[in-house]
């Protein structure tokens, strides 16, 4: 079944890598002409902070979109080393939130600790829903469009909870929104146990995740219309070889792409994506 309504879009997660601003520039300079020319999909780059102004320049002729990869809820204030919607406004269109490698809790510095220096040895990370939800209001009020990253981790997917935690993620991220505003909003399903993993979903599975359970959720909330408008992204192990399956499936209106965004092939991928959505 075709998806007239919604435009596929493929954003690139760069996460830690490539922010300085020669390796940055030297990729986008290889990419941006041939990924611009893909007809059908939005194209999105989402590069560290350091180079997110570079980026910006180098991609001012194309129609290539910006995003960042996190950003605080206010617009200023006593925030050390936080970045606010006001300031990412000024060069980009999107930003990615509550994605699970900013969710966790805390993580600790695997080669420093062990045991008892467990408290020194970690560092706290807090994207929980609720500060999500903060975040989606303060993007759309600065006119940036965010990508609100959900998905479930291993335990919950093999103990059959998927359905119920992921459909709470999407309903406390869109809380308070209007339907007009939830309608903006891009949603990418990343169930953990594929980020990074090369273990990506079954499409049939992301897809029946992304159909009931998210576009479900929304409708609960904003009803089926706007349920039907949202664009959902799948992520995790996405690469050129797997990208068209997903791409063929109804509900999946694109990537979010993290490893196989930072090479030159990213612009196949995004081809690929074109040609089979
Ligand atoms: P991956 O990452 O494509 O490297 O699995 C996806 C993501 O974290 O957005």
């Known amino acids: 079944m075709p998806r007239p309504m919604r435009r596929p879009i493929i954003a690139g997660n760069w996460k830690m890598h490539l922010g300085r601003v020669d390796e940055a520039l030297a990729f986008v300079r290889q990419i941006r002409y041939q990924l611009n020319a893909i007809d059908g999909v939005d194209k999105i780059l989402c590069p560290p902070f350091t180079v997110l102004a570079a980026v910006a320049d180098a991609i001012r002729p194309t129609h290539i979109g910006l995003g960042a990869q996190t950003m605080h809820w206010e617009d200023q204030g006593a925030y050390t080393g936080e970045i606010s919607p006001a300031m990412l406004a000024q060069v980009c269109q999107y930003v990615i939130l509550g994605h699970s490698e900013r969710r966790t809790g805390r993580v600790a510095l695997p080669d420093l600790v062990d045991g008892a220096d467990q408290a020194d040895g970690t560092e706290t990370r807090f994207e929980g829903d609720i500060a999500v939800n903060h975040k989606v209001h303060a993007a759309l009020k600065h006119g940036l469009t965010p990508i609100i990253c959900v998905g479930e981790n291993l ?99 694109g990537a979010l792409v993290g490893g196989a965004s930072l090479r030159p092939a990213f612009v196949q991928l995004v081809q690929r994506a074109a040609s089979a959505a």
């Not at 809380?175 to 007009?180: E, R, Y």
């Not at 399903?189 to 990074?196: F, K, N, Q």
């Not at 359970?213 to 349920?227: C, L, M, Q, S, Y």
């Open 155 to 253: 335990a919950q997917n093999e103990a059959g909870g998927t359905h119920a935690y992921v459909g709470d993620q999407v309903r406390t991220a869109l809380s308070g929104l209007t339907p007009g505003q939830a309608e903006t909003c891009i949603i990418a399903y990343e169930p953990l146990w594929a980020i990074g993993t090369g273990k990506a979903a079954t499409p049939a599975d992301a897809n029946r995740v992304i159909g009931v359970t998210i576009r479900g959720a929304i409708g609960d909330v904003f009803g089926e219309t706007t349920a039907r408008q949202v664009r959902v992204q799948y992520g995790g192990s996405i690469n050129v070889e797997n990208i068209a399956a997903f791409m063929r499936m109804p509900e999946v209106d």
